[in-house]
């Protein structure tokens, strides 16, 4: 059983960072990517930002240059790195596993098999 546990959501105000984190357990032998989407109320969910066990990366145009994707690997965690916060980033943030990636990747939520519960990111103006 795959669980994703994520961590580090909180109130912030415009401009600030805020720092989260994703625990991978159960399934920590395969080389999963690893993504972070969110939902905002009354909003569809959008992706965010996604990492390869290479490491590479790719981002959401609306975060870009703020936002930074890393992992450890054999801490099977991955942060996402949230800097110079604005009210439109308030969402509730949901990591997600990957654990067959494609040769690009995935930017879609069905795209990936397991999702953590999620952590609350609040940006006041």
């Known amino acids: 059983q795959v669980q994703l546990v994520e961590s580090g959501g909180g109130l912030v105000q415009t401009g600030g960072s805020l720092r989260l984190s994703c625990a991978v357990s159960g399934r920590t032998e395969s080389s999963y990517a690893m993504g972070w989407f969110r939902q905002a109320p009354g909003k569809e969910r959008e992706f965010v930002a996604a990492?390869?066990?290479?490491?590479?990366?790719i981002y959401a145009d609306s975060v870009k240059g703020r936002f930074i994707i890393f992992r450890d690997n054999a801490r099977n965690t991955v942060w996402l790195q949230m800097n110079s916060l604005r009210p439109e980033d308030t969402a509730a943030y949901h990591c997600?596993?990957?654990?067959?990636?494609?040769?690009?990747?995935?930017?879609?939520?069905?795209?990936?098999?397991?999702w953590g519960q999620g952590t609350q990111v609040t940006v006041s103006s």
């Open positions: 997600a596993a990957d654990y067959n990636p494609g040769l690009r990747i995935g930017t879609r939520d069905y795209e990936y098999d397991y």
């Open positions: 990492i390869r066990w290479s490491r590479d990366t």
